[in-house]
């Protein structure tokens, strides 16, 4: 029973390691990722007025530095929220995200550290 078991193992296992001969046709090449820098003022204010309407903000809102994101949907954000929220609502902080112009938003997380940021007042 054993001498043929071990040709049958031999058999089995070598078909597994021929599995590498052939290169994967199907695959392609590594795409590098584009590299943008920050997004200029005016495109931060864009985003940021777009967010303030989307998300129907009662004015008047204040703005922390543009930062360098390391998650999320875009390269940069900034954290938006509102001065004097309604008073049967708390206050909403946001994270508003760039890459060269704005590319999306949502209520900030307690990575982005929004709370522990300085903020200024927008016009």
């Known amino acids: ?12 296992l070598s078909a ?3 599995l590498g001969l052939w290169p ?4 392609t090449p590594p795409i ?10 005016d495109d931060v204010q864009k985003g940021v007025e777009k967010l303030a309407v989307e998300a129907k903000l009662v004015r008047p809102v ?3 530095a543009l930062r360098k994101a390391e ?6 954000f900034v954290c938006l929220r ?13 994270s508003v995200f ?4 704005y590319v999306g938003s949502r209520l900030s997380v307690i990575l982005e550290a929004c709370e522990q940021q300085q903020y200024t007042l927008m016009n």
């Open 98 to 101: 760039f890459n060269s112009v």
């Open 32 to 41: 590098a990722a584009a590299v943008t820098g920050p997004p200029s003022e």
């Open 16 to 18: 597994c390691s021929s």
């Open 24 to 27: 994967d046709t199907s695959a």
């Open 1 to 12: 029973m054993i001498k043929y078991f071990v040709p049958v193992l031999g058999l089995l």
């Open 62 to 64: 204040e703005m922390s």
């Open 82 to 94: 509102e001065v004097n929220p309604p008073p049967d609502q708390s206050r909403r902080t946001y």
């Open 71 to 76: 998650h999320g949907p875009g390269d940069y």
